[in-house]
């Protein structure tokens, strides 16, 4: 049976590349477990070194194996080869994924490889269940969050997640934005106060409330005195789902609705409209899935993770979240591209 010529033409690498994509995701994972790239920030190293510091029992083949790897995919450089390599970190892995950089975005990471690793192997039953796939599964009416908010160490893991996925879309977002127009800034979900530090640093004028559970406010505190705010950003703890919302010109969400089913978002933003001024202002910051579904894969596969993580929450068209706020009576919306897949979906009462 003769081949087609178009398919003698095709090359199937990519295929290869994206099916066997998790190999090289879990070793970057495991050299930020490893804390290998704040290892490699003091200074360059050889491999028998690093073998030592990290406690490898392994082959000193498959530690260059490891090494190697990881130069191969631009994470780190290395001068000379095996016994003689002297390996140190490429200009990316230096900033963001040295721990004792402030500009350190490893958060996510680390939670990627201590929990959604493991859960994401569980995509299929959560297409063929809806249901959720993390540690609720199988455990009854048993709530994540509830849990999260449990443990101070899960607590610390789950916001330094979520501070460091944001920390580009909130600097990115303050620049554009004109918050000079406003007074006032109501951060729904605020986490550490991340969002509002951004705000209330670049914006005098600005006066700011982080909204969350009462177990994230010693953490939210202790970002916002190490930032000198103490005096225009406060705490305010309370449960977005339940309790009233604050009430300020403008008020934000970052990641907050897609972890949401229609219903519910629904709800969040109609609270938000009734929240706000004649003059308010809705932000919501998410991976907005552009309007044709082909170019966003990063929102489209957050929205996956969201079915792992609550079952039926799921990310965005802009124009779903247009029709959504427009139902709640806003008069107009606007999108603001952002860093990489997230964008900011804007509506104006």
């Not at 009734?274 to 579904?293: M, S």
């Not at 606007?334 to 860093?339: A, D």
């Amino acid at each position: 049976m003769s081949v087609p010529n178009s398919t003698q033409q095709s090359d199937p690498s990519r295929i290869m590349q994206i099916g066997m994509g998790f190999w090289a995701s879990k070793l970057l994972l495991v050299a930020i477990k490893f804390e290998l790239f704040t290892l490699l920030a003091s200074q360059k190293s050889g491999a028998g070194a690093i073998k030592e510091k990290l406690g490898l029992r392994t082959t000193d083949q498959h530690v260059f194996d490891f090494l190697d790897g990881l130069v191969s995919l631009g994470f780190l450089e290395r001068e000379g080869i095996l016994e003689k390599a002297i390996y140190s970190n490429s200009p990316d892995s230096n900033i963001f994924l040295d721990k004792k950089k402030p500009s350190y975005s490893g958060g996510i990471l680390e939670m990627a490889n201590n929990r959604l690793y493991e859960f994401w192997g569980h995509l299929e039953q959560g297409l063929l269940t809806g249901e959720a796939q993390n540690e609720t599964k199988g455990a009854g009416n048993m709530n994540f969050f509830e849990d999260l908010y449990k443990s101070p160490e899960k607590l610390r893991e789950f916001m330094n997640a979520m501070s460091a996925i944001q920390a580009g879309n909130f600097i990115s977002l303050v620049r554009q934005f004109p918050f000079s127009n406003y007074s006032s800034l109501v951060d729904v979900g605020g986490a550490d106060a991340s969002f509002s530090i951004q705000v209330a640093a670049k914006h005098p004028r600005m006066h700011c409330i982080s909204f969350d559970l009462p177990a994230v406010e010693p953490l939210a505190k202790a970002k916002i005195r190490q930032a000198g705010l103490e005096d225009r950003i406060s705490f305010s703890g309370g449960d977005f789902f339940k309790d009233p919302i604050p009430r300020g010109e403008v008020i934000s969400m970052g990641n907050i609705l897609h972890g949401c089913n229609e219903e519910i978002k629904l709800q969040l933003i109609q609270r938000v409209f009734e929240a706000l001024p004649g003059n308010g202002v809705f932000i919501a910051i998410e991976n907005i899935i552009d309007d044709e579904r082909r170019k966003n894969t990063f929102g489209m596969l957050m929205s996956l993770n969201m079915l792992i993580e609550n079952g039926d929450g799921f990310d965005y068209t802009f124009r779903q979240f247009e029709s959504w706020v427009k139902k709640a009576g806003f008069k107009k919306a606007e999108i603001i591209p952002l860093t990489g897949p997230t964008s900011a979906a804007i509506a104006y009462k």
